[in-house]
């Protein structure tokens, strides 16, 4: 699996938007880029994934760089339930790989009133 | 909820002792991952099943061991825990090979607290 970075923590006001980075600069072309945040030690929740384009679902939007070297997680309207760590991961899809990702230190969303 | 069940949610324990976590994946789902996450650490990858057979083993230690049974559910055992063995543990599950659109998705259950004392 291609290594990440991305920022310890960040802080996003209630209601607006919350852009997490990561990247990514040795993806390879078969490796998707999926985002997960765990909830105080609750289980880690899938959010989204993406190959190359840019893809929305009805928790966040995912925006793929061109060169695939970096992405950003945007929860549009964030709230204070929004508060987690948010793990950036890239591997190849397969049920083989699915599980075995490093999840890194993710960054902390502090969403504050 | 996410589908996939975990017990005990909490379990206290001494030194020198075994353990096992139970686990039940969503309906459906043949593969079972089982982590690890202290406080010190990261979500660390221990082993993953596939339909009861063992498909790949990440930082698990030797005092450590799964299996899964044909119904799919998973245990983990723990022996001659110690102190550090301490940390909060996952199970996940997957569906079947979903290789178009990339999308394996792994969900997680609750996990269960161990505390080694």
């Known amino acids: 699996d291609a290594k990440t970075t991305q920022p310890p923590s960040m802080d996003c006001a209630e209601g607006r938007a919350a852009n997490l980075p990561c990247n990514h600069s040795?993806?390879?072309?078969?490796?998707?880029v999926y985002w997960y945040r765990q909830i105080h030690s609750q289980g880690p929740q899938y959010i989204i994934h993406g190959l190359k384009n840019n893809e929305t679902n009805e928790m966040a939007s995912l925006i793929i760089t061109e060169d695939r070297k970096s992405s950003t997680l945007i929860l549009p309207h964030a709230t204070l339930r929004d508060t987690a760590v948010y793990y950036c991961i890239v591997r190849v899809a397969g049920n083989t790989n699915a599980g075995k990702s490093t999840f890194g230190d993710g960054t902390t969303l502090t969403v504050k009133p | 909820d996410s589908g996939v069940t975990q017990t005990p949610k909490h379990l206290i324990t001494a030194t020198g002792q075994r353990v096992t976590l139970r686990c039940s994946p969503r309906?459906?789902?043949?593969?079972v991952y089982w982590y690890q996450q202290s406080l010190d650490q990261g979500l660390q990858f221990l082993i993953h099943y596939y339909n009861g057979e063992e498909r790949a083993k990440g930082n698990i230690l030797e005092r450590f061991s799964a299996q899964q049974f044909p119904d799919l559910h998973s245990e983990l055992n723990l022996s001659s825990l110690e102190l550090g063995d301490s940390a909060l543990y996952f199970c996940?599950?997957?569906?079947?090979?979903?290789?178009?659109?990339?999308?394996?998705?792994?969900?997680f259950g609750e996990g269960s607290w161990l505390t080694v004392v």
């Open positions: 040795t993806i390879s072309g078969n490796e998707y």
């Open positions: 309906s459906g789902d043949l593969s």
């Open positions: 996940a599950s997957s569906p079947p090979d979903q290789t178009r659109g990339g999308r394996n998705t792994i969900y």
